[in-house]
C-alpha cells in the first residue's frame, strides 16, 4: 500500500508516554491531568449508564447538553449559539477539527497553519487534498505575526486553523489578534477552524475571547471544543463544534459518516453536571495554582522560560545549558532524570530546534514537587 501519510510516524504523545512508563518517570510529556474528575461526574456516568443510556444518541448529540453548552457559552463569552442548528456533540475536539477541516477543503485548497502546531492539523488537511501553509509565531513570545500571515493568504487559501489558548506556548489571543483575523478574511472566502480546548484554562486574569463572540468572526468560524480538557476526562473523547448554521449543516454531513453520534451516557451525565457554572468557573483558579507552583520550582532549575498564560503547559528553554537536541534532551531527562517532557520541534513542519521543551503541570502537587526536585539535577 502507498501510504497516503508518508512522513507520519508515531505521535510524540505515544513515544514519549511509553517511554515514561518504561522508565518508571514521572509523565510530564503528554498532556493529561494525574489527578481524577468530579466523584459527581462520575456517579453521573454511573447512574445513566445502570438506567439504560446506552444506545446511539441522535447525531448532533442530545438536546439537553446542546442547551446548557450554548447557556454556558452564554455566560462565558456573551453569545448564545442556536442549540439546535449551530451546536454538534463529537468525539474529542480532535474530531470536531477533522470534520471542519472536511467540510470546507478541498483538492488543491491551501489553509494556513501557525506553527508551532498541534500534530493533528496537518493530516487533517493533507488527507483532504489540502497543502499547509505554514506562518511562524513569533519566536520571542509566540504572538501572531500578523504581517507574516497576511503575507501567506493566496488565490487557493479556503481556510486557517487557529489555536488560543496555544498548545504548546499557552499564548493566548488577545482582541487585537482578533481584529486582525477578521480584517485578513472580510470580503474573502476563508474560513477558519478555532481550536478553543483550552478555553477556560487561563491565568493572571487573562480571559479567553472565543472567535465565535466575534461580530465578524462568528460567521465564518468553527469553534472547536473539549470536555475532555475541561473535565479532566481526556480519555472520554467528548468535544463539540459551534458553527453558524449553514456550516453546520456541512459539519453533520462529515460528522455523521465520521463517528454518527457520541458516547451517549456521558452527554446526559454532562448535560446535568453542567447546570452548575462553578464546575467550570473554577477550573482557571485550579490550573493556576499548579502553574504557579510549577513555575515557582522551575526557576530553581536554571532553565528559562515566561510564565504560561494558559492551557496546562510550560515551555522552558536549556540552550544556555546544553546544545543537544531537543528529542535527545527530552530522551535523557526522562532516563536519567526521571522526569518526561515533550521536545517541541516535533511541532514545527522544519522540525527546527530551538532547544525548547513542554512539560505539562496537569499534575498533583506532590507528583510536580518531586519532578521539580529531580529537575534540579539539570544544572
Ligand atoms: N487541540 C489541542 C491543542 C490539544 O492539545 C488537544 C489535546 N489532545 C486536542 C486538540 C484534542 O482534544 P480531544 O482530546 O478532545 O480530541
Ligand atoms: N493534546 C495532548 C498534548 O498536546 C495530547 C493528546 C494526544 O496524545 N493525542 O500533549
Same mark, same amino acid.
Given at each position: &500500500? ?30 493529561? !491531568?494525574?489527578?481524577?474528575?468530579? /466523584? ?17 444518541? !441522535? ?10 453548552? *450554548? ?9 448564545? !449559539?442556536?442549540?439546535? &442548528?449551530?451546536?454538534? =456533540? ?13 467540510? =470546507? ?8 497553519? &501557525? ?7 496537518? /493530516? ?11 506562518? !511562524?509565531? %513569533? ?20 481556510? =486557517? ?7 504548546? @506556548? ?48 462568528? @460567521? ?16 472520554? +473523547? =467528548? ?20 463517528? #454518527? ?22 477550573? /482557571? ?5 499548579? %502553574? ?14 515566561? /510564565?504560561?498564560?494558559?492551557?496546562? #503547559?510550560?515551555?522552558? @528553554? ?13 530522551? %535523557?531527562?526522562? %532516563?536519567?532524570? +526521571? ?21 505539562? #503541570? ?8 518531586? *519532578? ?8
Amino acid at each position: &500500500l502507498s501510504s497516503k501519510l508518508p512522513h507520519i510516524g508515531t505521535t510524540i504523545f505515544t513515544v514519549m508516554s511509553r517511554m515514561a512508563a518504561e522508565e518508571g518517570a514521572i509523565n510530564l510529556s503528554q498532556g493529561y !491531568p494525574g489527578f481524577g474528575a468530579d /466523584p459527581l461526574l462520575l456517579d453521573l456516568v454511573g447512574k445513566y449508564t445502570r438506567e439504560g443510556y446506552n444506545q446511539y444518541a !441522535p447525531m448532533a448529540g442530545i438536546p439537553q447538553l446542546r442547551k446548557v453548552l *450554548a447557556e454556558k457559552t452564554k455566560l462565558t463569552q456573551g453569545y448564545f !449559539p442556536d442549540p439546535e &442548528l449551530e451546536v454538534t =456533540i463529537v468525539s474529542g475536539a480532535t474530531e470536531a477539527i477533522f470534520s471542519a477541516v472536511t467540510a =470546507i477543503v478541498r483538492s488543491g485548497d491551501e489553509v494556513l497553519v &501557525l506553527e508551532p502546531a498541534y500534530d493533528s492539523y496537518e /493530516p487533517a488537511i493533507t488527507l483532504n487534498g489540502g497543502t499547509p501553509v505554514y506562518v !511562524p509565531l %513569533r519566536a520571542s513570545d509566540f504572538s501572531v505575526d500578523w504581517e507574516k500571515v497576511s503575507a501567506a493568504i493566496s488565490s487557493k487559501t479556503r481556510a =486557517i486553523l487557529v489555536n488560543s489558548p496555544h498548545n504548546p @506556548s499557552g499564548y493566548v489571543w488577545t482582541e487585537g489578534d482578533l481584529e486582525q483575523l477578521a480584517a485578513l478574511v472580510r470580503n474573502r472566502d476563508i474560513y477558519v477552524v478555532s481550536d478553543e480546548v483550552y478555553e477556560h484554562i487561563t491565568f493572571d486574569g487573562i480571559r479567553h475571547i472565543s472567535l465565535g463572540a466575534h461580530p465578524e468572526l462568528k @460567521s465564518k468560524t468553527f469553534v472547536c471544543g473539549s470536555f475532555g480538557k475541561t473535565f479532566h476526562v481526556t480519555g472520554w +473523547k =467528548i468535544g463539540y463544534c459551534i458553527a453558524p448554521e449553514n456550516l453546520t449543516a456541512e459539519f453533520r454531513k462529515v460528522h455523521q459518516y465520521v463517528t #454518527f453520534s457520541t458516547v451517549t451516557p456521558i452527554q446526559y451525565a454532562l448535560a446535568e453536571y453542567l447546570i452548575h457554572p462553578d464546575r467550570y468557573l473554577s477550573i /482557571p483558579g485550579f490550573y493556576e495554582r499548579k %502553574r504557579d507552583v510549577f513555575v515557582k520550582g522551575l526557576e530553581k532549575t536554571g532553565l528559562h522560560f515566561s /510564565p504560561s498564560q494558559g492551557s496546562f #503547559f510550560q515551555l522552558a @528553554s536549556y540552550g544556555h545549558l546544553s546544545q543537544v537536541s531537543d528529542r535527545v534532551l527530552a530522551e %535523557r531527562m526522562t %532516563r536519567e532524570l +526521571k522526569v518526561a517532557c515533550i521536545p517541541t520541534s516535533v511541532f514545527y513542519s522544519d522540525k527546527r530546534d530551538d532547544k525548547i521543551i513542554r512539560f505539562c #503541570f496537569a499534575k498533583e502537587e506532590a507528583e510536580l514537587q518531586e *519532578a521539580l526536585r529531580r529537575l534540579g539535577g539539570l544544572g
